[in-house]
């Protein structure tokens, strides 16, 4: 295998590697606050799991821990076996997609989608080819020299998954990423990611929402989480027939 950039201690990010995620027991306080109370939780290689939850009930701190920009105050979090609690977010082998897109404006596509190649101080030379390869996978190979501003809300969306798929995690965040989109859209961007994620079965998918149907449409698990605890987990039909807790039973739906 070549050498990844990054240096020998880098996280692998080549395709094959299948990382998954395991919180160890991850707790996050802010002063008095507890925002996130001993979270056990594993992502296994290639999986999607959504991170199910009403506001405020701790899901985007427990992703942010998992991307490096959040630090435990008790606990660990691993990546592909690897204890990266103590590494900086660009050596987690992390690709990370946020509600508001959060492109650079003054950028074109391209060149926002090759920013985390060179923040990674990935090869130059591969750049370009990472980068169209990246948009294809996204159905943006004819809009690399736009900018964001002459972009849909849709399209910057899907310029952000690409800016996050280019480094080839594995491991990919996304934090209620159709969230801003309008209903239309959504659907039909829940269906891209549902093909994403066939295409890339290696990577783990960590997917915080707050609505029950991206939940139960795009996810292989959910793990219920209210008042900064995990409440239950479980596949989708699990979830719905066999309830954990009253509080799974009315945020899913049950069958009970
Ligand atoms: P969710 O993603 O489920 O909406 P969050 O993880 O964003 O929940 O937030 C959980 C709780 O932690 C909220 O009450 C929020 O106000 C609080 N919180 C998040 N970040 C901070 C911070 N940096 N300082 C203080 N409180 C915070």
């Known amino acids: 295998m070549s050498t990844e950039p990054g240096g020998p201690e880098a996280v692998p990010t080549s395709r094959a590697v299948r990382s998954g995620i395991r919180f160890d027991h991850v707790s996050v306080r802010y002063g008095d606050l507890t925002v996130l109370d001993a979270l056990d939780l594993t992502v296994e290689p290639g999986e999607v799991l959504a991170l199910l939850g009403p506001s405020g009930s701790g899901k985007t701190t427990a992703l942010r821990a998992v991307a490096g920009f959040v630090r435990p105050s008790g606990g660990r979090v691993l990546i592909g076996g690897q204890d990266v609690t103590d590494l900086p977010p660009h050596r987690r082998g992390i690709g990370m997609v946020v509600q508001q897109y959060a492109l650079f404006p003054h950028l074109r596509v391209d060149q926002n989608v090759a920013f985390g190649l060179k923040a990674q101080r990935s090869p130059r030379a591969g750049i370009p080819g990472r980068v169209a390869e990246?948009?294809?996978?996204?159905?943006?190979?004819?809009?690399?020299?736009?900018?964001?501003r002459e972009l849909s809300g849709g399209q910057q969306q899907r310029v952000a998954i690409a800016r996050a798929l280019a480094i080839r995690p594995g491991v990919l965040l996304l934090d209620e990423?159709?969230?801003?989109?309008?209903?239309?859209?959504?659907?039909?961007?829940?269906?891209?990611?549902?093909?994403?994620?066939?295409?890339?079965?290696?990577?783990?998918?960590?997917?915080?929402?707050?609505?029950?149907?991206?939940?139960?449409?795009l996810a292989d698990r959910i793990a219920v989480m209210d008042k900064a605890r995990l409440q239950d987990c479980g596949t989708p039909q699990d979830l719905y027939r066999r309830p954990r807790t009253e509080f799974t039973a009315s945020f899913v739906g049950s069958a009970n």
């Open 177 to 217: 990423p159709l969230s801003a989109l309008d209903a239309q859209l959504r659907s039909g961007m829940l269906a891209e990611l549902a093909r994403l994620h066939r295409e890339l079965p290696d990577v783990s998918i960590l997917y915080v929402t707050h609505d029950q149907i991206e939940a139960l449409t």
């Open 134 to 148: 990246a948009l294809e996978m996204t159905g943006m190979a004819g809009y690399a020299r736009r900018y964001p």
